[in-house]
Every structure is written in C-alpha cells, then in structure tokens.
C-alpha cells in the first residue's frame, strides 16, 4: 500500500508538472492579450518586466519539467550520468533564470504589498533551497542534498499548487478575489513546504526514529 501510494502521488505530481509545462508554452506566441498577461495590463509593455516573464516561465518550466525525473531513486542507480546533466539544468534554470527574474516579478504582483512580499520570500526561498542543494552533493553529503532538493522542487510546484487554490479560494469557500491574490502568494509555496517537510520526515530523517533504533537491537 504504501510503495502504491509513494508511486500514485509521483505519477500525479509528474502530470500535473508536464501539464502546466505544456500549458505554458502558450506565452512564446509573445501575445500580450493571453490569460495571466490580461491581468497585466498596466505593466506588460514595460520592457524589463517582460523581459523578466519571459526568463521566468522558462526557468520555471524546465525546472518542473525537469524535476519529477530526479526523485526516481532507480533511475538515478541506473542513469546516474543522465541524472547529474538533469540536476545541473535544473539548477540553472532556478539560479540563473527563474529564481532572479521571480523575485523582479514579485514587485508587481497583482494583490498588493502584501502579495509582493509573499511572493518575494518564495523567490528567495527557491533559490535558496536549489543553492543549497547544490552546496551539498558538492561536499559529497548525499542526504542533505536530497532533502533541499525535496524542498526546491516544492518551492517549484507552487506554480501548480497556486493554480490549484486560486479557483478553490473563489468557487468553494467564496473568497473576494483581492484576498484571494493575497492568500495564493503565501498558501502556494507554505503548503508545498510543509508538504515536503513531511517527506523528509517520513522518508529522509535526520536522526534515527525510535523503530530504527529497535531494529538495530534485535538485529544485534
């Protein structure tokens, strides 16, 4: 059941990520008048926020594209090659371009200041979380590494998980839409990190659990 439910969720994550990818493709028609971009009215012609979306939604979805891949733990015994040309696109596409020009965007967000500064810490936050990441299977700890890279690609799928909310926040609880912009900017990102905090728990531990303990006695 368990291995069912591990194997269920990824497979769930895995489309979910190549969906929005897919949908997003959308943008590089370069159209102005097109979903999100409608709601940008006032700064869609401002040449460095544009210039700015355009590096974030590539940095974002090869990053969610990407990531779902790395958590495979067979495919990365079998492909380990592959697996660190995967895992270094993936932190370029964060570091280099998703991540700066997220946080660039996050001035204009929609909602006001209190959405701005939601979703400059989430910015922050994934770039963070991926350098770290990085810092760690640099110092050869394989443990640490895994579990900020859980975190990073949480941080990534706020993008699925704020189009998930959006329309929930208005059909099913009644929310006005300005409140709405404002909860989607901090809920996105702290649902998926207190989600990826219980992975690490349940999956990565820091320290041995008490039935570790117990099992390495009777083992003895």
């Not at 544009?50 to 090869?62: C, E, K, M, P, S």
């Not at 990441?133 to 990534?156: G, Q």
């Amino acid at each position: 059941m368990q291995k069912f439910l591990v194997w269920f969720g990824w497979i769930l994550m895995m489309l979910m990520a190549l969906y929005l990818s897919a949908a997003t493709l959308v943008y590089f028609s370069f159209r102005p008048d097109i979903y999100f971009l409608l709601a940008k009215k006032e700064v869609v012609n401002f040449i460095p926020w544009r210039l700015a979306f355009y590096t974030h939604i590539t940095g974002g979805l090869i990053a969610l594209a990407v990531g779902p891949f790395q958590f495979l733990e067979k495919f990365r015994a079998k492909h380990l090659k592959l697996h660190r040309q995967l895992g270094k696109i993936y932190v370029a596409a964060i570091l280099f371009l998703g991540g700066p020009a997220g946080f660039f965007m996050a001035f204009f967000a929609n909602g006001g200041p209190w959405a701005d500064l939601g979703f400059m810490i989430m910015a922050f936050l994934w770039v963070g979380t991926t350098w770290l990441a990085l810092r760690a299977i640099m110092k050869k700890d394989l443990k640490s590494h895994i579990r900020w890279m859980i975190r990073s690609y949480a941080l990534c799928f706020a993008a699925v998980t704020l189009r998930i909310l959006t329309p929930m926040l208005s059909l099913v609880f009644h929310i006005k839409l300005a409140l709405i912009l404002i909860l989607v900017a901090w809920l996105s990102w702290m649902i998926n990190l207190a989600v990826a905090q219980l992975i690490i728990v349940w999956k990565y531990p820091k320290k041995k659990t008490l039935k570790d303990t117990l099992l390495n006695l009777l083992n003895h």
